[in-house]
């Protein structure tokens, strides 16, 4: 039976800018995007997305200095697959196109879009294009497109070629990106059914290729008759960074379609989530998970774009988004691509040594805040370098693998290393310092998660993660003694580590009885918000960044991510903390609310809770950042699984016990999840009274549920 709530169609959306459909319903597979460009319109924001294909390009400063990035990243815009064009019988073109209906499908990842298209005297056919990646095989796509008249009868001719000089734009938003213009393609026309291109980067000297093939031909002649329809289908292939294309053993479209349809039904039969009393928010969340998975490289070589492969927004650039917002979902239920996600990061591994040294520490590996290839690409260091906690994120994301799967292999190859060098960091990186008559270990000038403020002392959230990355090291250490000294760790490092990890500061207000956000923060004015016109939000695009510094203003969760993080303050502390954070918090991220609702859930404030879900869930669908047509905000989508299942569904390992406590919110009457954990399917039921546990397949386990600890079969 049919699922209702796994489709999304235009009547679902409130908006119908084409550039905003474009990014909604756009297609990817980990590897390629499509956005769904209206086919014959040309649009400057259509086109094809290769996860890691990037031009590079000099970043010019006004006044430069040392260490400071020097290039640009930015990920590739290609000739878009879906382009057409149709010619009259006087040759003209038909160059009018209006969309009809348009319908995505999350359980065989098939996109169907159909448009009146009519030509100079308003005479038109009607265009059915179907789209479909296939995964197994991620350069793959099918493209059917069927004609049927409405009232322009006669001489059609189709005309399929790469359309390479589609329009660029430009922009003053930092959140966009910036336009590529030093591509070379080389065109070749195998037969009159087959087209390639190989397309260069001039500067970072990366090459692929895209052919399609038309069986009925590249440039085709037919006659539309009445109450009859013309079908013909496209396969088009995008080859990998570097690589070649198979052209001669192309699947047919049935057979993309079945890839995909397999591949969907696998993921759902995994990770389904249904919320019973909301169809609306149960399609919400279908939809961020069906992106979310679209989104994400799985071959280890490749990340999430911040914006998956749906749009250009932040040039294609992976940040901590990935470990704090995206990775917790596939450990969860995809541990093979959370652990492709790690490997990623540690093929980078050399660059953040490099990076680390550049900042003048001596040991251990700085991650770059925003990257492709390892390298900063962030030209903002202020916001970007400076946000040293992606180091102690990362190590985060590997402690939650390592939690769920209990893969001690991967642990030795790349777990260790990965937290050591990041541990090594931190220690060469803070100093001890007295505060308060005690030596304490501090860490100076970093950024938080809040890039509202910036360059502070002692930021909380950075310093308990430090405390986590080297306490971590020091666990893995005493775990895995072979292989540390193999990597050089002696008893002195390791007991170094501890002794920091034990002196860390973290920075508290006895006044207010809350942790505080850095050293200075609460010294500072809180920002005029009674007198801040609506308008002027996101802040970042009306105030110059000092402006905003020097107000106590909060762009996202940044103390509270940590207490979400380590749900280790009491109760009393946490209502007290959130109560002061919420009402300085813009969420001017859309990184932010997921986690004030996961917060308010488990602390019981539910209104809170779930208006703040409510608006994570729908984020892109209902454009609440107003800027959806750059892309998807992926963080947001995996953010959203994080709310339901750590927040409403209390879900996290703890004391290493599988733990969970029933948080569902009064507007549910069931939430049903699938998880994976240590080699078991488990499906977990809340309802308002009840929490079922069935583990579908594996060992029996003992789990804590609403505190009590039972072994479930
Ligand atoms: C947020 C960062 C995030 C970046 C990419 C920024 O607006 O403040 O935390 O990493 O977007 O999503």
Request: hydrophobic share 35%.
């Amino acid at each position: 039976m049919k699922n209702d709530t796994k489709n999304i169609s235009i009547h679902d959306l409130q908006s119908n800018e084409p550039s905003y459909l474009e990014t909604i319903f756009s297609l990817a597979n980990g590897h390629f995007g499509i956005r769904a460009s209206d086919p014959i319109a040309n649009s400057s924001t259509a086109g094809t997305l290769v996860n890691g294909f990037y031009e590079t390009s000099d970043i010019t400063y006004g006044e430069v200095a040392y260490g400071y990035a020097k290039k640009n990243q930015t990920i590739v815009k290609l000739p878009d697959l879906r382009n057409i064009k149709f010619v009259d019988d006087q040759q003209r073109a038909f160059d009018q196109s209006q969309l009809i209906s348009e319908s995505l499908d999350f359980e065989t990842g098939l996109l169907n879009s159909t448009y009146k298209i009519s030509n100079p005297d308003g005479k038109s056919f009607e265009l059915n294009l179907q789209a479909v990646l296939q995964q197994s095989n991620d350069e793959v796509i099918g493209l059917r497109y069927t004609i049927k008249p409405v009232d322009y009868f006669g001489k059609v001719v189709g005309i399929k070629h790469f359309n390479t000089d589609s329009a660029t734009q430009k922009s003053d938003d930092p959140r966009k990106s910036r336009t590529v213009d030093t591509l070379t393609y080389a065109k070749k026309t195998i037969d009159g059914q087959q087209e390639l291109i190989e397309v260069t980067t001039k500067y970072s000297q990366m090459s692929l290729a895209m052919a399609m093939s038309v069986s009925t031909g590249l440039e085709q002649v037919f006659s539309l008759q009445p109450n009859q329809t013309v079908t013909f289908d496209v396969i088009g292939l995008v080859s990998k960074i570097n690589g070649i294309l198979d052209l001669d053993n192309l699947p047919k479209f049935e057979e993309i379609l079945k890839d995909s349809t397999d591949f969907w039904q696998e993921f759902w039969q995994n990770s389904d989530i249904e919320i019973s009393g909301d169809d609306s928010l149960n399609q919400a969340i279908h939809y961020n998970l069906f992106q979310l998975v679209s989104s994400t490289g799985r071959d280890g070589k490749t990340n999430i774009p911040a914006k998956g492969l749906s749009g250009t927004g932040y040039e294609g650039h992976y940040f901590w988004d990935t470990e704090m917002y995206m990775s917790p979902f596939f450990a969860y239920t995809n541990p093979e691509i959370a652990k492709n996600l790690i490997k990623y990061r540690y093929s980078v591994l050399d660059e953040s040594k490099k990076r680390a040294r550049t900042l003048g520490v001596k040991e251990g590996a700085l991650f770059s805040w925003r990257t492709i290839n390892g390298q900063e690409a962030s030209a903002y260091y202020p916001a970007g370098t400076a946000q040293y906690h992606i180091d102690a994120d990362i190590a985060y994301a590997i402690d939650r693998y390592y939690k769920v799967t209990d893969d001690k292999e991967f642990m030795k190859n790349y777990g260790l290393e990965l937290v050591l060098e990041t541990a090594r960091f931190w220690k060469n990186f803070g100093s001890y310092s007295e505060i308060h008559c005690k030596k304490r270990f501090c860490f100076f000038d970093v950024t938080g998660p809040d890039e509202y403020t910036a360059l502070v002392n002692n930021n909380y959230y950075t310093n308990r993660m430090a405390k986590f990355n080297l306490l971590f090291a020091v666990d893995l250490i005493d775990e895995f003694p072979k292989k540390a000294k193999e990597l050089g760790v002696s008893a002195k490092e390791r007991d170094q580590m501890a002794n920091i990890a034990a002196a860390i500061f973290l920075p508290y207000d006895q006044i207010k009885g809350i942790n505080q956000q850095d050293d200075s923060s609460f010294k500072k004015p809180v920002w005029p918000f009674e007198t801040t016109p609506k308008e002027n939000y996101p802040l970042l695009l009306h105030y110059h960044p000092l402006t905003i510094y020097r107000y106590q203003v909060n762009k996202q969760a940044d103390t509270l991510l940590a207490d979400f993080l380590f749900d280790d303050i009491s109760h009393d502390q946490l209502v007290k903390e959130y109560d002061y954070y919420e009402k300085i918090t813009t969420h001017d991220s859309s990184l932010s609310r997921s986690i004030f609702s996961a917060l308010a859930a488990r602390i019981g404030l539910k209104q809170k809770a779930y208006d703040y879900f409510m608006a994570t869930a729908k984020t892109d669908l209902i454009d609440l950042q107003g800027n959806s047509a750059d892309g998807l905000h992926v963080a947001n989508l995996g953010g959203s699984w994080l709310t339901i299942v750590s927040g409403f569904g209390g879900l996290r390992v703890k004391d290493g016990l599988l733990t969970i406590d029933n948080h569902l919110p009064d507007q549910w009457d069931k939430l049903a999840i699938r998880i994976k954990y240590q080699g078991r399917l488990l499906e977990i039921v809340y309802r308002k009274d009840a929490t079922e546990i069935h583990i579908i397949h594996g060992e029996p386990l003992p789990i804590k549920v609403d505190g009590i600890e039972e072994t479930f079969k």
